[in-house]
């Protein structure tokens, strides 16, 4: 049963994300309250280099209050930019690695309860370090780690990994390499 759009307020507006909150009918003919954030849009990318490594970021999450380990991600640029592109471009600046050879695995919705987020996750096979990336963005600190495939798979089933999009990358670049 699909909710009718009534109206909406914009409550917070930035450069990639803004959160409205809707009014909307409900099927039963009641009124009620979404919140949607609207965002514009990530790629994530799981580089393996030709000896079997995974490259992951660690990072501190001011969220959670903690530090992460994750595959290499970031927001569009533009709502209108590939996500190869952005796969790319994250995939350099945040570790100096690239890849000839980057492949779609999956298109995510990460919290589809109150938001439209898509991430497109995809995989470089044949890693390769470039350079050191010279700057992150003023509010990242990034350590770049690399580990073999299982080990990341064991972070994962210990619960060392629990970011949504790097378990889902890791679990699927499994199955694929099987």
Known sequence: MKELFQSRRTVYDTDFLQVHEDTVKLPSGRTSTR????????????????????????????????????????????????????????????????????????RIHTAIGFSNEVIDLYFAKDAYFVEAPTAYEEDEYIDVHRLSLSEALEWVHRGKITDAKTVIALLLLEKLLK
Do not use: M, N
Request: no cysteine; charged share 30%.
């Open 35 to 106: 919140v949607v954030v609207d965002h514009i849009g990530a790629a994530a990318v799981v580089p393996l280099t030709s000896e079997g490594e995974v490259v992951l970021v660690r990072q501190y999450r001011y969220a959670l209050g903690a530090y992460t380990f994750e595959i290499p991600a970031g927001k569009k640029d533009a709502k209108e930019e590939d996500s190869l592109q952005t796969a790319t471009r994250e995939l350099w600046e945040e570790t100096g690695y690239a890849s000839d050879d980057i492949t779609f695995l999956k």
